[in-house]
């Protein structure tokens, strides 16, 4: 069985990055989703939807309906202050993880 890298890796990672997008700015989904695709971090925004739900359910982030002068309006998404708190934490860990993991697997050197 050959196991996906990337997507195993996008897995533990897309919540935090979502948050980390929302945390500059509040966002509609498809904006949201053209961020994150063309990053290689989501495949599509049928993908995204589920994550946002969860992120909602966890109290992470919230939602409001803004009206759009290209049309109907619009679901805009944004971090709570309990959302803040999380991506706050996952900074401070991911930097140490991060250089660890990279003094492990890094690339070989002659």
Same mark, same amino acid.
């Given at each position: ?16 990055? !979502? ?6 700015? @509040?966002?509609? *989904?498809?904006?949201?989703?053209? $961020? #994150? +695709? &063309?990053?290689?971090? !989501? ?6 939807? @589920?994550?946002? *739900?969860?992120?909602?359910?966890? $109290? #992470? +982030? &919230? ?19 309990? $959302? ?27």
């Amino acid at each position: 069985m050959t196991v996906d890298v990337g997507a195993q890796l996008r897995k533990g990672v897309v919540e935090y990055c !979502i948050l980390g997008l929302l945390a500059t700015e @509040p966002t509609y *989904g498809w904006k949201l989703s053209e $961020g #994150l +695709v &063309s990053r290689g971090l !989501i495949a599509s925004i049928g993908t995204l939807y @589920p994550i946002l *739900g969860r992120l909602r359910a966890q $109290g #992470l +982030v &919230s939602s409001f309906d803004q009206q759009s002068d290209a049309g109907p309006s619009r679901r805009y998404y944004r971090v709570t202050e309990s $959302g803040h708190r999380q991506l706050a934490a996952f900074r401070t860990h991911w930097g140490p993880f991060a250089r660890t993991v990279h003094e492990l697997v890094g690339e070989d050197t002659p």
